[in-house]
């Protein structure tokens, strides 16, 4: 089943924006059953807009429309699709009241630009879109079927999710698609190619093996499409039971998740609780923890110290440490680890003390170089990394290997 | 002077990377003058490659293909366009040596896949790629250009800066474009456009003006292409002029810039400092903040409280307002604030409290009440927020409302 995602929006074509939504979207629709043939970004133009819808029609039986829907004058794709497929626009009363909900909520006024939004094409079916003011739009034409949805990503998930995608499996009853994922630590992808090519040359035809390496972590996607979804589900059960017994604890999880929803698993099981010390992470980790719901059951909270001052201050850190050994060391880094295990009264500590960059390296510590302590009071393992110039990746970099070391030791206790 | 980009690969359909290529290619492109009209992505597919570069060389002059010219079985962009062009691939004397050089200098033999890349069409203009083994093709065909490169970002980013974007201005000569942007605070986008409806109505044709709003800001985007670089950019400024009269000090930036860059340069100027208590922004505001090259120049730090208890120990806030209040309360907020201030010596203060869901709600505090406090020890203002259901949602609306707070208490100084 083929569809086609068309993007809608001049700041894509101008690089203002990097447009997420489409693998984001693609990922989604692979794993419900529908194959992404296209991806077509087109400015704010209903020649644009209409040439590549019929151009897409030619190729797929759905065709999947973000952005362009906002109140303003630039966003014309609802009277280009109007236009299109011979509607008109019509009052909606339920979207109206959507609107006024979501403006009471957000305390402002109904004007005469948000009214408009109600306003619908007479010939779609109207989907309601609680979180946004901008309705789905679902056009049925000769067994195809064309959305427009808004291109807001939290607002385009939210319709992908509990709309559009369990519509479209009704409708069309693509064919299973199986995928099972296995999380698997410390072998670069190219090694971890090597280790496992015999289990992989002998795989059945029909199941596909993607590789997607992540930081510390190597995704292996195991993806079938078969009519008999239990064969299917049995024979990549049995590849992967094979698999686990050539990587063993590498294997650190049999599903897609991120680390921080595993570490937070983790810790809710055991009844252990978490802090964190950081200072070139400057509340990453923190931030990546508690955007797990319910992590205030395990995570107490943490101490960010961007100054030498305040690992002393609040930390407890010895101030003759820092100026022996620098901030960035592996005494300073295991003193903040000792000091957050106290002063918050957690079980498991993570503390980070590097040099983000891009300024602030020298020739013994440059960019790049962090210390990271992970463990109990108890038992605190430190570790030194020299990793890249850049200082986005440093702190990505720094998060995701303290988070994977955490969940090592975690799971040797 | 219209310029199509065609990325070629898989990997894009089924969302397993981000195409982040297209929107740097677009940006470069569009300071050079040249405007990108479509961007298209496509399967490692005879058909589909060949399809949409007729499709382009339909719309625009020059057609820019990324991706699908390695050495492997399913990269065949190379034998398409020696189909498309009636070409034949012959040895390239001077690619050969370029890829003996890479393989030597990265300690690997040269294999027949490899060699294979130094096979090019006998009817382009071979472009070297010196830091990778895939050359970069050229073909002139009644006027137009089409180009193929490597997929790979960095191979990609030094084939455009050195090569195709200099030889492109070269034969075409194309129009400056201009581009400024505003960012305006406190408008909703429905209710920014009634308000400067008169302004837009009367723009000069040549003005395109674009919204695109980010939770409480809204970018608006002034563009022109024009022959005379002089006039068009005086006209843009003209217009800003008389727009920020309208606007006022809604216009918090005349940039296209992040808030934490903003707010980073107005406390890096002013010489003050910042610190953040954080309840369920869990750490993202300090994330965001540390972002910032030189952040260590004014960020000290931050108390990430996740529970009560930690409130009270390391920021002081007392245990009985908490039971009176709640955690989630404008005297708590208050008292975090003026706690992080105290302890971490920092001029200017954020601190947040609420229920960033989706559990802790209750009819009083449904999920989403959010509690901001901000400014300094001695001028402290609190305000009370009614978010949404979705927790990241909630951190996120939080962290950039608060942001915006900062920044206009620190403008109004």
């Known amino acids: 089943m083929q569809v086609e995602i068309i993007t809608i929006g001049d700041e894509i074509l101008i690089g203002q924006i990097v447009d997420t939504n489409s693998a984001w979207m693609a990922t989604e629709l692979n794993k419900a059953g529908f194959e992404v043939v296209q991806i077509t970004s087109v400015h704010d133009s209903e020649k644009q807009i209409t ?11 759905v065709v999947l429309f973000t952005g362009g829907i906002g109140p303003t004058k630039d966003d014309i794709t609802k009277l280009t699709l109007c236009r299109y497929f011979g509607a008109e626009l019509v009052f909606d009363a339920g979207v109206y009241a959507n609107i006024e909900n979501l403006l009471k909520n957000r305390m402002r006024a109904m004007n005469e630009l948000t009214k408009t939004q109600a306003m619908v094409p007479d010939k779609a079916v109207i989907i309601s879109n609680p979180i946004g003011t901008a309705p789905i739009t679902w056009f049925n034409k000769d067994g195809k079927v064309v959305v427009s949805m808004p291109g807001v990503p939290y607002e385009m998930k939210r319709a992908m999710e509990f709309e559009i995608i369990p519509r479209l499996q009704k409708q069309f009853q693509p064919q299973a698609i199986i995928h099972k994922t296995l999380l698997v630590a410390g072998y670069p992808e190219s090694a971890l190619a090597l280790k496992i090519a ?26 079938a499409a078969q009519d008999d979804f239990v064969s299917t589900k049995n024979e990549i059960d049995r590849q992967i039971t094979l698999l686990k017994v050539i990587l063993g604890n590498a294997v650190i999880a049999e599903e897609d998740i991120v ?16 802090a964190t010390a950081e200072s070139c992470t400057g509340g990453h980790i923190a931030h990546r923890i508690t955007t797990i719901a319910g992590s205030s059951a395990y995570f107490r909270g943490s101490v960010i110290a961007y100054s030498n001052e305040i690992k002393s201050r609040l930390l407890g850190v010895d101030e003759q440490v820092i100026n022996r050994h620098g901030a960035v060391s592996e005494e300073v880094v295991r003193e903040m680890a000792l000091g957050v295990a ?18 602030g390296g020298t020739d013994e510590k440059p ?13 605190l393992v430190s570790r030194k990394f020299q990793f890249s110039l850049d200082r986005q990746l440093n702190i990505e970099r720094t998060t995701q290997t303290a988070l994977l070391m955490l969940m090592q030791i975690a799971n040797s206790e």
């Open 51 to 61: 040439d590549a819808l019929e151009s897409a029609l030619e190729r797929a039986e």
């Open 198 to 223: 015999d289990w992989e040359n002998a795989l059945p035809e029909q199941i596909h093996l993607a590789y997607l390496p992540h930081f510390n972590i190597v995704k292996l996607r195991l993806s």
């Open 259 to 274: 680390l921080e929803e595993l570490v937070g698993r983790h810790l809710k099981a055991a009844g252990k609780t978490l």
């Open 367 to 379: 960019v790049g170089t962090v210390w990271i302590a992970v463990g109990t009071k108890d038992s």
């Open 342 to 359: 106290d002063k918050l009264s957690a079980d498991y500590v993570i503390a980070t003390s590097g040099i983000a960059g891009p300024d």
